[in-house]
């Protein structure tokens, strides 16, 4: 698994995924997105869908689902 990655439970995928830490401009756009001044723990789920692209569901480190309901990468 690339540096940085962990195995964490995904509730899209329903099981354990590779995640990634967001990047530099993905925390900025999901702090205004949501409104919270630490993004720093968000992790995104990089589990393959059928069309190639990444799931992209937002958890953190110690909460599955921590928003209500699925949060999308894409969404911010």
């Known amino acids: 698994m690339p540096n940085g ?3 964490l439970y995904c509730i899209t995928c329903k099981g ?3 995640h990634r830490p967001l990047d ?3 925390r900025t ?3 205004k997105g949501i409104g919270r ?3 720093d723990d968000v992790w995104v789920c990089e ?3 059928g069309d190639g692209g990444p ?3 937002l958890r953190t480190g110690l909460n599955k689902n921590p928003f209500d ?3 999308k990468l894409p969404d911010y």
Do not use: F, S
Request: net charge positive; proline share 8%; charged share 40%.
């Open 16 to 18: 354990d995924h590779p």
């Open 55 to 57: 799931c992209g569901t």
């Open 47 to 49: 589990r393959h869908r």
């Open 37 to 39: 001044k630490y993004v």
């Open 29 to 31: 756009r999901l702090r």
């Open 69 to 71: 309901g699925p949060k």
């Open 5 to 7: 990655m962990r195995t």
């Open 24 to 26: 530099a401009d993905e």
